[in-house]
């Protein structure tokens, strides 16, 4: 509890940019040494600090920490920190990860599961609702994990659709973890509260403006594996999500549209840029089955090199040429191949043998079919490799 506060101290000051602080912390030692450096100490240490930005880190007053810290007990909000052997691996990894991370709900196992992140304008089509649903839908009955900014357009399209099939899903807030912005998403909110977290860099009752929702995009692209772009004009929120999958690694995906569609110019730009043409979950996930090394890609540079307040190991996948131990698996997975006891085992038959629940059971499916080491047939029917 000691070093929390000053997590959350930090994270509750506004008006100063996420890479700041994340430098700060990596540059002094931690939160603490922040608080305590004066003016002049952080200026020398961190050449991004602005005059601006080293006022506010001037305030030392722990009342609005206390305060965030007992307002998280009352209403059930975690708090994780760039310390914590829970924060998302993925995450921590990119070039300017928040330094805390306020999670409402139940927060998935992402950085073992395909995660995939449905974004698109506010201002959808008929043609994006659609499609955007349609990858809501495919991806969750594929087991992925959804991540999306719950907006308007397209982003509540593939949530609500990816809900309807059972799926799982990770909402990335542009507002205080507590805010439901727009108002009118409020069922959504709390059902995604309720199938899997709401996750924000902001902690309850924060004061956000409009361009904290191009920031949190960072955090959407740096859950997951991939992004797919649905709808988005050229100039967009929706685009600066695709920059910041490209500028992390992550694949972009596009759906296309017609040619003289401003809606869609955004994603025929990408196509055109590079992006894998998708119209469909299916074509997301086949496009993974033959790229299944990326599964087991590693940050080539380790950001954060402090004690790990509850270190817990870290499975990465790996896919050899020879047929892999079992022992490395997740659990999940381990069960699932352990139930396929013949070839072309319908889903359900699979479901019921590995006593696991049906979104567990297709997540794991999903997982072993990325890693080489399950294909699917016709029917929802499934074949061990080995």
Known sequence: MARLKYWVWLSCVGGVRPLVKYRLTETMGGPEKVFFAPREELMEAEPLLQKAEADKLADKSMERAADTIALCEEKGIAILTLQDADYPERLRHIPDPPAVLYVWGRLPAVDDAAV???????????????????????????????????????????????????????????????QVYPARHKALFDEVRARGALVSEYPPKARTYPADFRVRNRIITGLSLGVVVVEAPVRSGTRSTADHALEQGRDVFAVPGNADAAASAGCNELIAQGA???????????????????????????????????????????????????????????????????????????????????????????????????????????????
Do not use: F, W
């Not at 949530?159 to 990770?170: D, K």
């Not at 590995?354 to 997982?367: D, I, N, Q, R, V």
């Open 276 to 386: 894998v043409p998708v119209t469909g979950g299916g074509d997301v996930l086949r496009a993974y089955q033959t790229r299944s090394d990326l599964l087991r890609r590693k940050p080539t540079e380790i950001h954060i090199k402090k004690e790990i307040d509850k270190p817990r190991d870290i499975v990465y996948i790996d896919v050899t040429e020879a047929a892999p131990s079992t022992a490395d698996l997740p659990e999940n997975q381990r069960r699932v191949l352990d139930a396929m006891t013949r070839p072309d085992m319908h889903a359900d038959d699979i479901i019921q043998a590995s006593g696991l629940t049906a979104p567990e059971t297709l997540a794991a499916l999903t997982m072993l079919q990325l890693a080489g080491r399950v294909v699917q047939g016709t029917g929802r029917r499934y074949t061990r490799t080995s």
């Open 116 to 178: 995939l992140a449905v974004v698109g304008t506010r201002r959808a089509t008929p043609y994006g609702l659609k499609m955007a649903g349609r990858m809501g839908r495919e991806l969750a009955q594929g087991g992925c994990i959804l991540v999306s900014g719950l907006a308007e357009g397209c982003d509540g399209a593939a949530m609500e659709a990816a809900l309807r099939a059972g799926g799982v899903a990770v909402g990335v807030l542009g507002t205080a973890i507590d």
